[in-house]
């Protein structure tokens, strides 16, 4: 079934079929399509709700060249007070114009003084086979219109009536397309010293603009690559820190992300960023002291990541499209990034109002002993299920000997090793490393079908901490693990085809320094219930 029951895609006929059960509860899915890149998120300050945008599988069918054009993206969209509960909108987005007709792909939004808007990538099929604003790419045919020369299109969106708070539609104005031979993937729009705002996109090429309608290619940026989902943005230093290192010189300006096969999902790199006069490119090249290695953001299956400044609680956010298994298409939780001046790498931790979404305590304890080799069963006395949507963290003291922790989720009682595991192999600094850090090996492990995998990471530990975490969201068919606060993280499947149990486990006497778990409860609420109450978190 393609829109409904009663019409093919297209305005007011939004869905693919009958509604989905039993998926996940606290995670961004549509319900019934196929989804895949977080797009354009954004705060409205003047009705104090977040926008998250997504590509949603529900384009309006196109025939060209006796060729049908089918299951093509346009934008879903959401509403928020609070980053963690939302509401659904209607696609504000369509392919509607010959220089987006066959799809829209990953947006951005910018706001420029209060306004908003949505650059965007428009699609087009080749012959041969306190205002916010969205740029967005469209697929078109190439030639027809005449300003589709590659195959797609930038155009920008603006939001139709900025007394609604749910901004439900948007136009696109009459001077679209902005950049007629675009690509795909534009980044949102910074303000460079001298007033002109530029973004890059996919091929690593700089874009310009000053009054939002004249928009001129600079050039390609010098040590930007070809990737997709690209974003660039000021370094996000933690809010507060006594860290004598925080007073670090010459610290690196900037974080440049992208996403690929190259790069095995989505990594980033820090460097400097100098900028200079308009139309003209500036620099980015290696901040002395510091490495311009990639490095990961999740160690996991998380790709084509979209980042946007809170100017509310003053953090840089992003969240993530989770390709795992069995889900047809769902985005991360929204994670703050912050960086660590002690191990010089970004930390990758959801925002403090996921706690909102707690519904009930499962259990809590402090200081027990975990037996060599025993399994114990945290969720033993739970409620039927509990595991399968649940918040737990553990707490395991540091010894001074080599230990293996695992923390196991979805598995079964009488099997074990047939739920997801995520572990540490933990090894004593040696008394020759004489740095302030070392690293042991962390994971997720899967050995039983239908999904095995071994994903594994080196986790940074000072030598002053006497103790390692992690933090699993267990959401029915996927979970998100954070090794010790963010430095480390994986979002992998974690099918419950044999059970739901929690279970903890060591190769030697362990303690366990603190437990806590939770239910959560669904994300889902009214637009009514997002209108009436706009209160922040803090």
């Avoid at 530990?461 to 390692?468: A, I, T």
Wanted: aromatic share 14%.
């Amino acid at each position: 079934i393609r829109g409904s029951k009663s019409g093919p895609c297209g305005p007011g006929y939004e869905q693919c079929g009958p509604p989905r059960t039993g998926g996940p509860r606290f995670h961004l899915t549509d319900l019934s399509c196929k989804i895949n890149d977080p797009n354009a998120p954004v705060y409205d300050a003047k009705h104090q709700l977040y926008h998250l945008f997504y590509q949603d599988h529900v384009a309006i069918e196109r025939r060209v060249n006796g060729s049908r054009y089918l299951n093509g993206h346009v934008m879903g969209h959401a509403v928020s007070n609070d980053m963690v509960h939302w509401a659904r909108l209607p696609v504000p987005l369509w392919n509607d114009k010959p220089y987006d007709q066959l799809a829209i792909s990953s947006a951005s939004a910018t706001v420029v003084n209060e306004r908003i808007y949505i650059v965007y990538p428009g699609l087009c099929k080749k012959e041969s086979p306190r205002s916010i604003y969205i740029v967005y790419p469209g697929l078109c045919i190439k030639g027809k219109p005449s300003s589709c020369t590659t195959g797609r299109t930038l155009g920008i969106a603006v939001p139709v009536n900025r007394s609604d708070p749910m901004l439900r539609r948007w136009r696109k104005p009459g001077f679209n397309p902005i950049i007629s031979a675009g690509q795909r993937d534009p980044t949102t729009a910074w303000q460079e010293s001298s007033g002109e705002w530029r973004f890059t996109n996919f091929d690593g090429n700089m874009f310009g603009t000053v009054n939002w309608k004249d928009f001129y290619l600079i050039g390609k940026q010098p040590g930007f690559v070809q990737a997709e989902c690209p974003a660039f943005f000021p370094l996000p230093m933690p809010k507060e820190s006594s860290t004598p290192l925080m007073r670090k010189k010459n610290l690196p300006t900037h974080v440049y992300k992208v996403s690929g096969r190259k790069f095995y999902g989505d990594s980033y790199q820090v460097g400097t960023y100098t900028s200079t006069v308009r139309n003209r490119l500036g620099t980015w090249e290696r901040t002395p002291g510091y490495d311009f290695e990639w490095h990961k953001l999740d160690y996991g299956k998380v790709y084509a990541s979209k980042d946007f400044y809170d100017p509310v609680n003053k953090r840089r956010v992003y969240w993530g499209w989770a390709r795992v298994n069995g889900i047809n298409g769902v985005l991360t939780l929204v994670r703050e990034l912050t960086w660590h001046p002690d191990l010089d790498q970004l930390i990758s931790f959801p925002i403090v109002e996921q706690k909102l979404l707690r519904q009930s305590e499962l259990l809590s304890f402090e200081n027990i002993t975990v037996q060599y080799n025993k399994l114990w069963f945290l969720s033993r006395h739970w409620p039927h299920a509990a595991g399968a949507h649940c918040e737990v963290q553990v707490e395991f003291a540091l010894p001074n000997h080599p230990v293996f922790f695992q923390l196991y989720v979805m598995s079964a009682e009488n099997d074990p090793s047939a739920g997801t595991r995520f572990y540490v192999d933990y090894h004593p600094p040696s008394t020759i490393n004489k740095g302030s850090f070392y690293e042991v090996e962390v994971g997720a492990l899967r050995s039983k079908d239908p999904y095995n995998y071994h994903y594994k990471a080196s986790l940074k530990l000072l030598k002053s901490e006497r103790s390692v975490s992690i933090l699993v969201f267990v959401d029915t068919m996927f979970s998100e693990a954070y090794f010790q606060n963010g430095r480390a993280v994986f979002t992998v499947e974690s099918p419950g085809t044999s059970g739901t149990e929690v279970i903890i486990t060591s190769n030697a006497n362990t303690n366990v320094v603190k437990a806590q778990a939770w239910i959560l409860d669904s994300m889902w609420v009214s637009e009514d219930s997002v209108l009436r109450d706009t209160s922040t978190f803090y």
